[in-house]
């Protein structure tokens, strides 16, 4: 079955320090994309990066980076520079291929962050 | 602007009734969505469609129905079938095929029943 792990339900990190957000993913796919989204206390999700399993590079964008280690089955997020405004929940999701060929994201249970000033 | 509305924000049920969630979309996306989240966890897919009048079920379609009637718009019915409804309801919408097939979210309409 796919399933996507994420181990730490908090962090805590002090504003313009790093941090690292787990992910771990379980697929038999060899074909797979893996996604971060982060959700403010509004509530809406907003896409932050994405990883093909075919893609040689780690993906960036802007301060996030996405560390892939395929052999590992992890796809942990870096963010840079941590701003007052990271503080949200952050969701890693995966793409899972459905009966018709369509795609649904399966998502972990989120990793709540909070920036310290 | 292009986005992903969804209305209402916030609703209140009282049992036994059934509410329509509003979900639309201008980005010419073919496929949407439509997600369950409850407290402290991730989101459920409970139905999809890839194109207008199609539809399928997701992994907790019970007590839920939909249609796609228009390309922008997949409304959500909350039926009185569904013995736990309180929860927050997200849509999402993807321009198939393409490589990343990322999934755009509109800001969710939070259902609570009285």
């Given amino acids: 079955a796919q399933k996507i792990t994420q181990t730490q339900p908090g962090m805590f990190v002090q504003e313009k320090e790093a941090v690292t957000l787990d992910c771990t993913y379980d697929t038999s796919d060899q074909s797979y994309g893996l996604f971060w989204y982060k959700q403010p206390s509004s509530g809406e999700m907003i896409f932050l990066i994405y990883q093909g399993s075919y893609d040689e590079q780690n993906a960036t964008e802007g301060r996030y980076s996405l560390n892939f280690q395929k052999a590992r089955k992890s796809a942990n997020l870096v963010i840079s520079a941590s701003q007052l405004g990271d503080s949200a929940m952050y969701f890693c999701a995966m ?14 249970s989120g990793t709540r962050l909070l920036v310290r000033p | 602007d292009g986005g992903i509305t969804q ?15 509003s979900c639309e979309q201008n980005l010419n996306h073919d496929a949407m969505y439509w997600y369950r989240q409850d407290p402290g966890q991730g989101l ?31 409304p959500l019915t909350v039926t009185s079938a569904q013995k736990n409804p309180t929860a927050f309801y997200l849509c999402a919408s993807t321009n198939q095929p393409s490589a990343a097939d990322t999934q755009y979210f509109g800001p969710g309409t939070r259902l609570t029943v009285l």
């Fill in chain 1, 95 to 108: 793409r899972a291929v459905l009966m018709d060929s369509s795609y649904k994201l399966i998502f972990g």
């Fill in chain 2, 7 to 21: 209305s209402p924000k916030y609703l209140f049920r009282k049992e036994g009734q059934n509410v329509t969630l």
């Fill in chain 2, 44 to 74: 459920r897919l409970i139905y999809y469609s890839q194109i207008v009048n199609d539809f399928q079920k997701g992994d907790i379609a019970e007590g839920y129905s939909v249609s796609r009637e228009k390309k922008e718009s997949f």
